[in-house]
């Protein structure tokens, strides 16, 4: 029996490995960034043999991109970013956080590449001028002239359409420093660091099948536990030194991101926060303009700090935000100065403009379309405006109830008297004082009040009632 005990010891004693497998879809933002550094932390609490950070994204905000990419070359525990389910893919941000990875896997029928840098906010930029066809021609007859070596004329061969040329100084920074950025990542990994750089200058893409013939990945996997099964033994960098991936009997354990993760996730999307912000404003101003409504400021109010976290946590040009911010602000002192349109055609530019540069950062996944800003800033101005001079329209309206409201009205006196009497008026009976003799049943005007006595005349001072 002891002996029976001594051999099944081994089994019983199997190691198993933990792996930690994190869904990252959609755009790139920072709830994305919070949630794989939460994971990593948890990975590394757990001492996990593995990561698997399974990717689907069409790219998103450089800031939360290289916050991720920093998180994964800090990691004590191996990172296999993996491009999956099949169809899925690793566009722009996504391409940079592939090259990071321990281990850099896809799954059959996804793609990666379209790295480029794209602007989200400020103005677009204009189309740079093509060559005049003259000089075009002139440079095409100089390179048909031209000699081929060895004496024999072969047409050229065939060249991949480029990207243009960046328009900008500031264009031309973004992409040698994204190229600069990418190729580093490569060469630490060993990876194919030329189609990286294409990548990122001539928006290059590649299908899974490609990216393994080209050394820009190291596996193609179906699933998850053939990922497992080709990792095994494989000998990664981490934190710069070599590891063999030891994966034994592994237990995958799913990480999905929480409800506040998913709601920072949420309002963390520019269009979203730039929405909060606006409707913020506006329950502000109506309650502001409605004392006791209660209903709008609260609203707003939850809206504003939900905008404003948001606006924390993204990368925001001030200047653009004060821009938006005046031009709410001009567009409700229309209402009150005499302007004659100026300060409310230039609430809208400023709103417009401001609008337009609110967000400093590139990143496909997070536009705000254009239709949106026209949208609200037209909306901003016929709620602003037309509100205000409901407003003031309101302010100049005669008093129909309190006592403000007896001054000038009609009445009808109930007995003879000649100094204090009674008389009815709005359907109730008064004490009235008068210099005059009244008659029972004289029409009498108020024109004035004294506590609860008024004060009246005759309706028809010649005596006719």
Known sequence: MLA????????????????????????????????????????????????????????????????????????????????????????????????????????????????TPVQIGGLPAPDRPEEPPAERKKEDKQKADKPQQGGTSKPPPPQEASKPEPHSAMERKMINDARAYIRALAQLRKHNAEWAE????????????????????????????????????RVVQVAGQAQT??????????????????????????????????????????????PGVIAPGVLGGICLLLALFALQVLPIDYAGLGLLLLGLLFMIAEVFVP????????????????????????????????????????????????L???????????????????????????EDFAGAGRVWVHSESWQAHSDRPLRKGEQVRITGRKGLVLQVQPLNKGGKS
């Open 4 to 115: 029976a005990l001594l051999l099944l010891a081994p089994l019983l004693a199997r190691a198993e490995s933990k792996v930690l497998l994190v869904e990252l879809q959609g755009a790139i933002g920072p709830a994305s960034s919070r949630f794989v550094q939460v994971a990593l932390e948890r990975a590394r609490a757990q001492n996990a043999s593995l990561m698997i950070l399974r990717l689907d994204t069409p790219g998103g905000l450089d800031s939360s991109m290289r916050d991720i990419i920093q998180a994964i070359l800090a990691s004590p525990v191996p990172v296999a970013v993996y491009v999956a389910p099949e169809g899925a893919r690793a566009a722009s941000a996504g391409t940079y956080i592939l090259y990071a990875g321990h281990l850099a896997a896809m799954a059959p029928a996804t793609n990666l590449g379209a790295a």
């Open 198 to 233: 294409q990548a990122v200058a001539g928006a290059a893409s590649l299908s899974a099948e490609d990216a393994l013939k080209l050394g820009v990945i190291d596996l193609i996997a179906v699933d998850v536990p053939d990922l497992l099964r080709q990792a095994k033994g």
């Open 245 to 290: 991936l030891a994966i034994e009997n592994p237990v995958v354990e799913t990480l999905a991101p929480d409800w506040r993760q998913r709601l920072l996730g949420a309002i963390t999307h520019p269009q979203v926060a730039y929405i909060l912000l606006l409707l913020g404003v506006y329950g502000l101003f109506f309650e502001l303009a409605h």
């Open 339 to 386: 302007s004659f349109g100026a300060l409310g055609l230039g609430g809208i530019a400023a709103f417009i403009a401001g609008s337009l540069l609110l967000w400093d950062e590139t990143g496909p996944g997070f536009e705000i379309p254009l239709g949106i800003i026209l949208g609200f800033a037209l909306a901003s101005a016929v709620l602003l405006i037309g």
């Open 388 to 414: 205000g001079n409901m407003l003031l329209r309101q302010r100049h309206r005669p008093v129909v109830t309190g006592g403000e409201k007896l001054l000038g009205a009609t009445g009808m006196a109930l």
